[in-house]
Every structure is written in structure tokens, then in C-alpha cells.
């Protein structure tokens, strides 16, 4: 209840409240933009999945337009810039894992870190969001969740074989999550969303999927402390 009153308290037209929301938008955009592009680089690495993967691609293009959306509705211009420089070591190190063909360390930035990543921060926002941004969002969040099952599944399936590179991509990547998630505290506090509650629903969301690709309760608190460090 409290989240409720405190939207209906929030003026979205204020210049701090826009100024905010010009990184925390571009922030979002470049993310489904970046998952757009994984999608397709993943699909060539994984031919089996040709089709899913161009389906989900086609799915982040179409969450990129409606966010897209919202900004304009609140004629807010998003700062590109930020959010490019924002994602560019999650990119870098993908970009560095698709080079030479390791589908887990790609699956794991993208299909895990970057989804739940997004799920957390989206349902956080979804309770202090203007109208037209809720409902886009909403719509959103029900897609991420099957982007996260298809990283899930494929990591399940080549759980053995892949535990060791995913142990080394979570200690690559998981800081990153942190470092990011304290560049945006300020802005995302404009909006209403509180650092703590999005790491919370973010390792919620990261320790789910870890163990339902395999790893067991002790692994993923360990795992996930590693990410803390740089926190």
C-alpha cells in the first residue's frame, strides 16, 4: 500500500523527476536494444534454436519501441550516452564470449544476469510508474520471464559440462550488476524505486535461476557473494 500512495505523490512533469528519468529510460532502451543484438549473435551460436532466439530477438526490439514510448509521452529525451557507457562492460564481455564461441558465458550475461537484472528493476518500478509507462511495463515483465526460462533450460540441460565456466562468468560479471545498480541509486530514487529493494528482488530472481539450473543453496549464496564485494 505504501508503494501505491507514494506513486500517486510523485509528479512526473517536475524537471529533477524528468532529468532522472532521461538516464533511467535511455537505460532501459539500450538494454532490450542490447538484448535484441544478443538474441540474434546467440542464434548464431545456436543454430538448433534459430527461430526461438530470432523470436525472443524480435520481442526486445518490440519492448525497445515501447519504452521508447514512454519518454515521449512524458517528452523526455533519453541520454543515449549514459546508457551506452552504462552497459558497455555486460557488452564488452559478451561481445569478448561470442568471439570465440562460449554459448554459457554468453547465456549467463544475457539470459540470466541482464533478465534478471531487468524483471528485478522493472518490478520495482511498475508500483511508481506513470500510467502509460505501468502498463507498458507490465506487458514487459511477463516476456522477460520467458527469456530467463530459455537461458535456464539450455544451462539445466548442459549443467555438468558447463558449471565450471559458469562459476567463471559469475565472478566476471556479477560485480558489474553492483556497480551499475550504484550509479543509478539516484535517479532511481527520483522515481521511487529504492536501491535495496532492487538488489533484494534481484538475487531473489539470480539464486532462482541458479538453482534451478543446478546449484545448490550453499553454491548460490556463495556465488552470489562474490558478486557483494564490489558492492
Request: charged share 25%; with cysteine; hydrophobic share 45%.
Amino acid at each position: 500500500m505504501g508503494q501505491t500512495l507514494e506513486a500517486v505523490a510523485i509528479d512526473y512533469q517536475t524537471e529533477n523527476y524528468r532529468d532522472a528519468y532521461s538516464r533511467i529510460n535511455a537505460i532501459v532502451i539500450e538494454g532490450e536494444a542490447e538484448a535484441h543484438s544478443n538474441y540474434l549473435q546467440l542464434a548464431e551460436l545456436m543454430p538448433e534454436f534459430n527461430e526461438e532466439l530470432h523470436r525472443l530477438a524480435k520481442m526486445e526490439d518490440r519492448h525497445k519501441k515501447g519504452f521508447t514510448a514512454c519518454g515521449k509521452n512524458l517528452n523526455v529525451t533519453p541520454d543515449m550516452d549514459f546508457a551506452e557507457k552504462f552497459f558497455s562492460e555486460l557488452h564488452d564481455n559478451f561481445q569478448k564470449a561470442f568471439a570465440i564461441g562460449d554459448i554459457v558465458t554468453c547465456l549467463l550475461i544475457q539470459s540470466l544476469i541482464i533478465e534478471c537484472f531487468a524483471i528485478a528493476a522493472y518490478n520495482i518500478y511498475i508500483p511508481v510508474a506513470d500510467p502509460f509507462a505501468r502498463k507498458i511495463t507490465e506487458g514487459v515483465v511477463k516476456d522477460e520471464y520467458l527469456h530467463l526460462n530459455f537461458g535456464e533450460e539450455w544451462l539445466q540441460d548442459h549443467f555438468e559440462n558447463s558449471r565450471a565456466t559458469l562459476e567463471q562468468a559469475n565472478r566476471q560479471n556479477l560485480p558489474l550488476v553492483w556497480k551499475m545498480l550504484n550509479q543509478v541509486e539516484t535517479d532511481a530514487k527520483v522515481l521511487g524505486m529504492e536501491k535495496e529493494a532492487l538488489v533484494e528482488d534481484f538475487m531473489i530472481q539470480y539464486g532462482e535461476s541458479l538453482g534451478k539450473i543446478g546449484f545448490n543453496t550453499r553454491d548460490i549464496m556463495r556465488m552470489s557473494a562474490m558478486g557483494l564485494v564490489a558492492a
